[in-house]
């Protein structure tokens, strides 16, 4: 089909630029368009990579072409190191104490939901493509490679959802230990659906045994690599950890090392190709960091993620810009929804039958689907990898679907996490002390059961009321303070247990002895709408222990003692402890 965008520019413009040799300049474009559509989706709660990848179907073979086939063949090693990266920072994630806390439901439950949504999506995928083309090798290959991106899930979009509503209990747990560890699982998925789908697609017949060790030399080479660089980086880079310009160098010429090692490591025995996964060997070397380095060296992750958004940005707009819309076949939709559906109804059953082996928590169990719909930067970058090992195959189609889908769960993804948590009833409970008084008011505060601040309140007396009575009154509950009510109904003053034992030491006659007599006159006073954070200024600057609250027309709604905040306070995270032990 005619593109109908690079009419708008003269044939002898598409490849003007580059051949005038202005390839910064391209890349410049490419950096600043596409952070530019980064920040626009991001702004619409959609994956900035999307945007990214917009970006580069706009000015690329898509679009309006200024973006060529000789540069984006130039840009091959960034897509490759950006693949890298990914990997690297994933392996980072995959922490031992992690798994070995949650130990049998943990690995239930990313069993089942990274294998049931593979063979399902594999399935439907697989047998819809062959009904309709009759071509074996091509439905097989394009059903085992989406299976195995499917299993992956986008960790950002969901954890973000997370910490904005303060979720914790059982489902968040778990939810964060599950979408950090089945980035891995889809890692290692694509590189054993890669070795089995790549001599189907170049038609070549292999034994099966020949196949397996192909498999098996290919996971357990990348490993090691990995291993073996990540025992290299960490010895590097500990004696240097306050010089951040060196550890990121050492850190970058490592991993770039590994990634070159794997590409140029692949040779043909017979017909089987033994090759190494650069993907795979990375993640192997973030997992060695990670979990065998001195702990100050984990900050190196951080300063790599810091300085890795500009090659992401080229990375997606390149992947943007190799996709050729106009070209897609009807094919194509009909995978696509097979994909959404497969994968959607894979995550549900699979985490769902793990969660139920396990015996995990009922909310769990019930809502943990809701928690694993979305997908972006390793399922794109897989399917990146897809585009480049079957360039001339399968790998163009793989790419549409997956961004195409993104599209889709990450407009759907976080709107269902939201209403998983609700449901399962961990909105909210993610706070300490601190956290609660920053939002808590004075009337929030209760004591005894009830709000500290009414006109009917014990803790406000008249300044007729006799000592007698105020004795009374503080025998029968806890407050040492009390407010004082003129007769214009404002506030008079303020009555502390010290007062009520100077009136004592008079004998009995004290205690027909009124307010007005031993009070002291208010000089610090508080509204209900008083924050506790300025509450707990006033009595450290004023050194008091209890201040008077009134209303707008300054009439006493009840006295806020320092102690009654302190214990209010304890007895919400006491309550919320106790709640998350009973879900749990």
């Known amino acids: 089909m005619t593109n109908p965008l690079a009419q708008l520019l003269p044939p002898q413009m598409h490849f003007q630029i580059l051949q005038g040799g202005q390839i910064v300049f391209l890349l410049g474009l490419m950096l600043f368009f596409g952070s530019f559509g980064g920040r626009i989706f991001q702004k619409l709660k959609i994956p900035q990579v999307v945007g990214y ?123 964060l230990g599950i979408v950090a560890m089945d980035d891995a699982v889809a890692l290692v998925a694509y590189t054993i659906a890669t070795a089995i789908a790549s001599p189907l697609l170049r038609g070549i017949q292999v034994p099966v045994f020949a196949q397996l060790c192909s498999i098996a030399y290919e996971i357990s080479v990348s490993i090691a690599l990995g291993l073996a660089i990540g025992f290299i980086i960490t010895k590097i880079i500990t004696p240097m950890m306050n010089d951040e310009g060196r550890v990121l160098g050492f850190t970058l010429g490592m991993i770039f090392l590994s990634t070159g090692i794997a590409e140029l490591a692949e040779f043909k025995v017979g017909n089987v190709v033994l ?12 997992f060695y960091i990670t979990n065998f380095a001195l702990p100050k060296t984990k900050n190196m992750f951080k300063l790599i993620d810091k300085y890795t958004p500009p090659i992401y940005v080229l990375f997606f707009v390149t992947v943007g810009a190799k996709l050729n819309v106009w070209q897609l076949k009807p094919l194509f939709i009909l995978t696509a929804l097979l994909y959404i559906i497969g994968r959607t109804l894979g995550k549900t059953i699979g985490s769902r039958l793990g969660a139920r082996i396990t015996k995990a928590p009922d909310t769990v169990r019930k809502y943990l689907p809701y928690c694993l719909l979305s997908q972006a930067g390793v399922a794109i970058g897989l399917s990146t990898a897809a585009g480049k090992d079957f360039a001339s195959t399968i790998g163009g189609e793989i790419m549409l679907i997956i961004t195409a889908t993104t599209f889709i769960v990450q407009i759907l993804g976080p709107i269902c996490v939201r209403y998983g948590v609700s449901k399962a009833g961990e909105v909210g409970l993610d706070f300490n002390i601190e956290d ?113 609250i009134v209303n707008e027309n300054n009439e006493p709604l009840g006295i806020l003692e320092k102690y009654t905040v302190d214990h209010y306070l304890h007895t919400k995270v006491v309550e919320l402890e106790h709640k998350l032990a009973k879900m749990a």
């Open 53 to 175: 990848i917009v970006i580069g179907i706009i000015i690329g073979a898509s679009g309006f072409k200024i973006l060529g086939d000789r540069l984006i063949s130039a840009l091959d090693p960034i897509s490759t190191i950006a693949l890298s990266l990914i990997g690297f920072l994933v392996g980072a994630e995959l922490k031992i104490d992690v798994i070995k806390k949650y130990g049998k439901q943990f690995v239930g439950i990313l069993i089942g939901e990274t294998t049931v949504p593979l063979l399902v999506t594999f399935f439907l995928v697989g047998s819809a493509t062959f009904l309709i083309t009759k071509n074996f090798a091509y439905s097989l290959s394009l059903g085992l490679l989406l299976g195995a991106i499917c299993t992956a899930t986008a960790p950002a979009a969901t954890t973000d959802v997370l910490k904005e509503y303060r979720t914790k209990g059982p489902l968040t747990t778990t939810t």
């Open 275 to 286: 090759s190494i996964d650069h993907i795979l060997a990375a993640m192997s070397a973030g």
């Open 436 to 548: 609660l008084m920053q939002k808590a008011l004075v009337k929030d505060v209760e004591c005894e059961g009830k709000k500290i601040c009414s006109k009917s309140n014990y803790a406000v007396v008249d300044e007729t009321d006799t000592v007698g009575n105020i004795i009374n009154s503080f025998s029968k509950h806890k407050n040492m303070n009390y407010a004082v009510r003129g007769q214009d109904g404002k506030i008079a003053g303020q009555i502390s247990l010290e007062h009520l034992k100077e009136a004592m030491q008079i004998g009995e006659m004290g205690t027909y002895m009124l307010s007005m007599d031993i009070m002291d006159k208010y000089n610090l006073v508080c509204t209900p709408e008083t924050s506790l954070p300025d509450a707990y200024k006033l009595f450290d600057d004023y050194d008091t222990e209890a201040i008077c």
